[in-house]
């Protein structure tokens, strides 16, 4: 067993330590104990180790994915406030999804589900089939694009 | 309450406009959990919340603490993480509760279930 099997949760649970108290050399120590302990915790549980590939690409997902929060908030307050619902219609589809690393279809389904507009459903692992709900659903397509080649591909190139 | 008459006119706008945005999309939010015809677009309203609703109230705390303690705060982005992490738990418990719901009811409008499990074949729809 090695000293930190966990390098990254240890670094951030003890910045989060740090945040949540001050920056002095007092709770360095006391944090740096705290996530040391608990990332054997973690070890413990033995969960699948993610790997980052291309972790320098994480913060243009981010980027990508706050962009987009924006503007699905603006769509759905719009559809909220106008109460267009003759004309809207929204639906279900499935989505053919590649990827299969847990993390990152963790990952995508956070993204999907913290865009107001897109929700996630179900998930078979077996085939990689993706039902979601969206609830502006005018093209298909544009939808499927989107989850395709804006997320999965940028996930897929960070993941695997 | 004091430590709120220290704060610049600069910051009485940006932290207002923050606070105002965050409760705004809150309430659309609500309206919309309240008006939208069906659950699965029910579903979609309260992401107003927990999205820029929670994050722009996130903004605000940060830049008006940031201001008046006159030292970098900024644990509130935690709150913003951890909603944002929790919110697909949630949301898949209750929209798949719903689905086998429906699909136990035989509601056409609901999509046949995707897994290839054997509780999934005893749909009525397809007896």
């Known amino acids: 067993m090695t000293v930190l099997p966990y390098p990254l949760l240890t670094a951030s649970l003890l910045l ?28 413990a549980l033995r969960p699948a180790k993610p790997r980052l590939r291309k972790w320098y690409l994480l913060p243009k997902l981010l980027g990508i994915v706050l962009y987009d929060i924006v503007r699905s908030n603006i769509a759905v307050v ?8 003759r004309t809207r219609r929204s639906g279900f589809m499935t989505i053919h999804i590649e990827l299969k690393d847990t993390t990152a279809l963790a ?9 107001p507009g897109t929700a996630w459903l179900e998930y078979n692992s077996s085939d990689g089939t993706l039902l979601m709900h969206v609830l502006d659903l005018v093209e298909e397509q544009e939808w499927t694009d989107l989850v395709k080649n804006r997320y999965e591909r940028l996930l897929m190139e960070i993941f695997e | 309450m004091n430590e709120a008459f220290n704060l610049p006119f600069w910051a009485e706008i940006v932290v207002s406009a923050f606070v105002l945005l965050g409760a ?3 309430l659309i939010g609500t309206i919309g959990l309240a ?7 029910r579903l979609h309203a309260p992401t107003l919340g927990t999205s820029w609703g929670t994050g722009a109230m996130v903004m605000a705390s940060m830049i008006f603490f940031t201001v008046t303690s006159g030292r970098p705060v900024f644990h509130e982005i935690l709150i913003g993480i951890f909603v944002t992490v929790t919110t697909p738990v949630t949301l898949m418990l209750l929209a798949q509760s ?14 046949a279930s995707i897994s290839k499990t054997p509780a ?8």
């Open chain 1, 16 to 43: 989060m330590w740090m945040t949540l108290n001050s920056f002095s050399i007092g709770h360095f120590i006391l944090g740096a104990i705290i996530a040391t302990v608990a990332s054997w915790a973690m070890a």
């Open chain 1, 78 to 85: 719009g559809i909220i406030l106008t109460g267009r619902t």
């Open chain 2, 24 to 26: 705004s999309l809150a």
């Open chain 2, 98 to 111: 719903t689905l086998h719901r429906e699909r136990a009811e035989g509601n056409p409008d609901v999509p």
């Open chain 1, 107 to 115: 990952l995508l389904s956070v993204i999907l589900t913290s865009t």
């Open chain 2, 120 to 127: 999934a074949d005893s749909d009525p729809k397809e007896a």
């Open chain 2, 35 to 41: 008006r939208l015809p069906t659950f699965f677009e």
